[in-house]
């Protein structure tokens, strides 16, 4: 039996269990559908309106590496209100244990059509960034002054969540929150089948993404560039024939997108890498 299956078939022990006992405002049939879709396909998880680009990225590799333990969390959180990533207890607030989603969603949806996130997604990514937070509730609530603050995610807090998960055999954190990565290694990180790299990058790094090399110079900067956003490589960087333009490849917002755009652009939005490397 694959990981996936039997993780699918543990998700489904779960939903028939006599106790339909939940720790959250939200419905347990449709969470757990949503939690067996993001196990076929981690792709698919997506933070929408929420600042959790951290927990996303986390998650998507976690369901992607590790599908067993991922739905055995994903459940104990749903039935409990809190659940252990390995090593790491995620134990969120009351007042987010106490959201009501449907009510939240409502709300959010109107003033943003589509930007609240599904309920399981809702849910995983709140909990594990409420949970590491010490001055400041996280709420789930997109789109507020709250959820920007709050959501704020350290590259080193993202290393732990990474090694607590007992997958990798290194985890390193070559990323700065001053100054861009190194031009020479960047080109060099390659994903692979039993190694991830995580970009630290701003967020408008795709805002001139082409689906081809364009003619010319690409556009010029303009401003100070602030890293605000992790996104998951998917293939290596490539260099066009004249190093003006870089094809990239990476998974964010859930989906994976690949582009062209400015080689200067690009590594001048790029803080640097984590690289973890499977056992």
Request: hydrophobic share 40%; aromatic share 10%; proline share 6%.
């Amino acid at each position: 039996m694959s990981e996936l299956t039997q993780a699918l078939a543990n998700v489904d022990a779960f939903e028939a269990t006599a106790s339909r006992a939940v720790a959250w405002r939200l419905d347990r049939g449709q969470t757990l559908q949503r939690i067996r879709a993001l196990l076929r396909q981690p792709d698919l998880i997506n933070q929408r309106g929420l600042s959790a680009c951290a927990p996303a990225v986390f998650f998507r590799i976690w369901f992607a590496r590790d599908p067993v333990a991922a739905a055995g969390f994903s459940c104990g959180l749903l039935r409990d209100g809190s659940a252990p990533i390995g090593s790491l207890i995620v134990a969120p607030s009351s007042k987010l244990l106490g959201q009501d989603y449907s009510t939240l969603r409502a709300a959010t949806d109107a003033a943003h059509p589509n930007m609240t996130p599904e309920g399981a997604d809702w849910m995983l990514l709140s909990a594990l960034r409420d949970s590491e937070n010490i001055w400041f509730d996280y709420t789930g609530e997109p789109f507020t002054l709250g959820d920007m603050v709050a959501g704020l995610t350290l590259p080193s807090t993202l290393v732990g969540w990474l090694s607590a998960t007992n997958r990798y055999s290194s985890v390193t954190d070559d990323t700065s929150v001053v100054t861009v990565g190194s031009k020479q290694r960047l080109p060099g990180l390659i994903p692979t089948s039993n190694v991830d790299h995580i970009c630290l990058v701003s967020s408008s790094f795709d805002s001139n993404l082409y689906p081809s090399p364009q003619n010319g110079q690409p556009s010029g900067l303009a401003g100070a560039h602030i890293p605000d956003h992790y996104i998951l490589m998917t293939a290596p960087l490539a260099e066009g024939n004249n190093a003006v333009w870089l094809n990239i490849e990476f998974w964010s917002w859930g989906r994976t997108v690949k582009g062209w755009t400015g080689s200067t652009q690009f590594f001048s939005k790029c803080f640097g890498a984590i690289t973890a490397t499977a056992r």
